[in-house]
Structures are given as structure tokens and as C-alpha cells.
């Protein structure tokens, strides 16, 4: 494979999938997309542990990613590949790489230069709104914030960018 041009065979480093000690036990990457051809990827914080994201992607994310050291995503909602801080700036390193079990699932731990923010909203981790347990779920159920304040003004970052969440 060739580094300067990683997506020129990246669907020829992935294994084949050839029995469940293999996927398992094994030390060959056979990751396993879904139906749509994306693989879950939570994403955390190096340092602290945190959960910054939950993100998916196809192979070519994930040859991008293991290539260039930088977290590539596929964005469900515009239909695109994207490195994460190609407009804010914010490019998350990756310090780590792992695979699940049936290697149906990844997990990045990442250094995040700048601010150290994930979201588009603007908040650090995506996960900024915690969920109370042990209520009855309705129109009532609140959410509380977890984060003091956004950690940089969107608007400033992103310009005119197209915000990603869809309604």
C-alpha cells in the first residue's frame, strides 16, 4: 500500500473473514461493515478517557485512518468521507487504535490539537447532556448538561459550513 495515496487499493488490506477463531483470536484485521458497509467507532480522549464521539466508517475511513494517524470518518447524514478537523481545525490525533472482539466495532483514543473539542456544537465531547436513570421515559424526562460552556463559538470555526445533524 502505498502511504502518499492510501485509498488507491484500500479495499485489498482487509482479510476475508475466514472462520471465528481467526476474527477472534487471530492477528489479521478482518473487519466486519454492516449492511450499509460501515463499522461503528467510539472515539476518546488519550488523556482523559472521555468520550469524544461516536462515528462510523466505511473502508476507506478506516484505511485513511490507519494510514495518515488521523481520524477519518463516513458522515451518515451528508454521505461523504470526512477527516475530522478538515474545517474546524481540530484533527484528532490517533494515539491508539483498537478493534472489538468480532471486529464489528473501533475504538480511537485520540490527542485533539486546539481547543481539545470534538462536537460541531461546540461543546468538547458530543456527549455534553446526561440522561437521568431510573425515571419513567416522556415528554417530561430532562436533560441536565455536563459541560459549564462551549469550549469555541461554532459559528466562528465552521463560517457557513452545512451543521450535520438532520432533522
Same mark, same amino acid.
Given at each position: 500500500?502505498?502511504?502518499?495515496?492510501?485509498?488507491?487499493?484500500?479495499?485489498?488490506? *482487509?482479510?476475508?473473514?475466514?472462520?471465528?477463531?481467526?476474527?477472534?483470536?487471530?492477528?489479521?484485521?478482518?473487519?466486519?461493515?454492516?449492511?450499509?458497509?460501515?463499522?461503528?467507532?467510539?472515539?476518546?480522549?488519550? &488523556?482523559?478517557?472521555? /468520550?469524544?464521539?461516536?462515528?462510523?466508517?466505511? $473502508?476507506?475511513?478506516?484505511?485513511?485512518?490507519?494510514?495518515?494517524?488521523?481520524?477519518?470518518?463516513?458522515?451518515?447524514?451528508? !454521505?461523504?468521507?470526512?477527516?475530522?478537523?478538515? /474545517?474546524?481545525?481540530?484533527?484528532?490525533?490517533?494515539?491508539?487504535? +483498537?478493534?472489538?472482539? =468480532?471486529?464489528?466495532? &473501533?475504538?480511537?483514543?485520540?490527542?485533539?490539537?486546539? $481547543?481539545?473539542?470534538?462536537?460541531?456544537?461546540?461543546?468538547?465531547?458530543? *456527549?455534553? +447532556?446526561?440522561? %437521568? &436513570?431510573?425515571?419513567? %421515559?416522556?415528554?417530561?424526562?430532562?436533560?441536565? *448538561?455536563?459541560?459549564?460552556? !462551549?469550549?469555541? =463559538? %461554532?459559528?466562528?470555526?465552521?463560517?457557513?459550513? %452545512?451543521?450535520?445533524? /438532520?432533522?
Amino acid at each position: 500500500m502505498n502511504i502518499q495515496n492510501p485509498i488507491q487499493s484500500h479495499t485489498a488490506i *482487509f482479510s476475508r473473514r475466514q472462520s471465528v477463531e481467526q476474527v477472534e483470536e487471530g492477528e489479521v484485521l478482518s473487519p466486519k461493515f454492516d449492511a450499509d458497509g460501515l463499522i461503528g467507532c467510539v472515539t476518546t480522549d488519550a &488523556v482523559t478517557g472521555d /468520550v469524544l464521539m461516536l462515528g462510523y466508517m466505511n $473502508s476507506e475511513a478506516l484505511t485513511l485512518t490507519i494510514a495518515t494517524g488521523e481520524a477519518h470518518y463516513w458522515s451518515r447524514s451528508r !454521505k461523504t468521507l470526512w477527516r475530522k478537523g478538515a /474545517v474546524s481545525g481540530l484533527v484528532q490525533k490517533v494515539e491508539e487504535l +483498537r478493534i472489538d472482539d =468480532d471486529q464489528d466495532a &473501533v475504538w480511537l483514543r485520540v490527542s485533539v490539537n486546539g $481547543s481539545g473539542a470534538s462536537c460541531h456544537v461546540g461543546y468538547r465531547s458530543c *456527549f455534553y +447532556r446526561r440522561l %437521568p &436513570v431510573g425515571q419513567t %421515559p416522556g415528554p417530561d424526562l430532562r436533560l441536565s *448538561f455536563t459541560e459549564s460552556g !462551549k469550549t469555541f =463559538d %461554532p459559528l466562528q470555526v465552521y463560517g457557513d459550513a %452545512p451543521n450535520p445533524t /438532520v432533522l
